[in-house]
């Protein structure tokens, strides 16, 4: 006789591995200035008014979700990866001068200049 022994864990991903999923990770470029950080993101399909630019402490968090379209037509074609939200996560340290931050999008590349601070003597 057999027997058989299901596993108490769940089939389904754990919500940590699901999150890491959910988004993917854009290009971009970065250029140090003599008084700021640049920053080009580039995010084509997104929508400027769902842009959210967090700051949390030393890191620059950057969430971009895409327009998904539902086709009438619609098949499994392996689009998931390419329709999933832009998300980008930069450890960029404590010498920014995060209120400052400035940000336009313009065809599809989100430009994030943010200052230096200025040293106190």
């Known amino acids: 006789m057999h027997k058989i ?20 990770r854009p290009h971009y470029d970065c250029q140090e200035q003599m008084d ?4 080009a993101v580039y995010v084509p399909g997104v929508d ?10 030393p890191d620059l968090i950057v969430t971009a979700p ?8 619609w098949r499994a074609a392996h689009l998931e990866s ?14 920014l ?3 400052a931050l400035q940000a336009a999008l313009h065809d599809g590349v989100l430009t994030i200049t943010i ?6 003597t």
């Open 82 to 95: 390419a329709q999933r939200d832009y998300q980008l996560r930069l450890r960029l340290g404590f010498s």
């Open 115 to 120: 200052p230096k601070k200025t040293a106190v």
């Open 48 to 57: 400027p008014a769902g842009i959210d630019i967090e700051v949390r402490g």
């Open 5 to 24: 022994i299901r596993s108490l864990k769940s089939t389904q991903p754990s919500p940590a591995f699901a999150r890491k999923d959910a988004f993917r």
């Open 66 to 73: 895409k327009g998904h379209l539902v086709r009438a037509n």
């Open 36 to 39: 700021a950080l640049k920053l």
């Open 97 to 99: 001068a995060y209120d």
